[in-house]
């Protein structure tokens, strides 16, 4: 199974800060790797496909990069209504598996 | 409004069974990939399985296989998941998810991309 290890597992910030995420695969997946948001309580929501892709009506300060076994999730000016936990996913081969999860919080 | 909704869930002991469902609506159901995602109390997030659109193929996770059973019903537009021979460990919130379409050189891959639309969940509690 691929594993996708992401960091920092937990994450405070102030409101306005630029916010990086990073997400290591354990082997080569291209470009195949989601990010998505999940507030508590709430089911997922997917924020970027393919790496790099915005998914619809998802704010343009969510971006994402990356490619092989690196890859980065940025958040470029934090706000309070992105208080969530954030996971990476790999769909390269199956099993899919997500990163452990990166839980942010306002300083 | 595309829409997945789970039912279906709840408390059993430890060996028994549960079906959940999960009922579509807003888009058109066949053409998509499906899949199971769970979540146990305070923990990430585990895929489980996973089945295409026309529900000729299905895949598993390994700490599921002969012991769960992913189907659908296109006529209407309903994704199942059969449990059999439940553990605690199988105790989680159960999401049902749509695939966007992995397509690339004419071909298009079975069980789909990124999961871009969620159900709110069940939750299954497997104890005695």
């Known amino acids: 199974d691929i594993q996708m290890t992401q960091s920092p597992s937990s994450l405070s910030a102030s409101v306005g800060d630029r916010v990086t995420i990073t997400c290591q695969a354990s082997q080569d997946i291209s470009n195949y790797l989601n990010w998505y948001q999940q507030k508590p309580g709430k089911a997922p929501k997917l924020l970027i496909y393919?790496?790099?892709n915005l998914e619809t009506g998802v704010p343009s300060r969510f971006s994402g990069s990356g490619s092989g076994t690196d890859f980065t999730f940025t958040i470029s000016s934090l706000q309070p209504e992105d208080i969530a936990t954030y996971y990476c996913q790999q769909y390269d081969n199956l099993p899919f598996t997500f990163g452990q999860g990166t839980r942010l919080e306002i300083k | 409004e595309v829409q997945l909704l789970e039912s279906g869930g709840g408390l059993v002991q430890p060996g028994g069974s549960l079906r959940l469902s999960c009922a579509a609506s807003?888009?058109?159901?066949?053409?998509?990939?499906m899949s199971w995602v769970r979540q146990a109390p305070g923990k990430g997030l585990e895929w489980v399985s996973a089945?295409?659109?026309?529900?000729?193929?299905?895949y598993y996770a390994d700490s599921v296989k002969g012991r769960f059973t992913i189907s659908r019903d296109n006529s209407k537009n309903t994704l199942y998941l059969q449990m059999n021979s439940l553990r605690a460990e199988d105790t989680a919130v159960y999401y049902c998810?749509?695939?966007?379409?992995?397509?690339?050189?004419?071909?298009?891959?079975?069980?789909?991309?990124?999961?871009?639309?969620w159900g709110q969940g069940t939750m299954v509690t497997v104890s005695s």
């Open positions: 393919d790496a790099s």
């Open positions: 998810a749509k695939s966007l379409p992995d397509c690339s050189g004419g071909s298009c891959s079975d069980v789909g991309g990124a999961f871009d639309i």
């Open positions: 807003g888009f058109t159901f066949s053409s998509y990939a």
């Open positions: 089945i295409s659109g026309s529900g000729g193929s299905t």
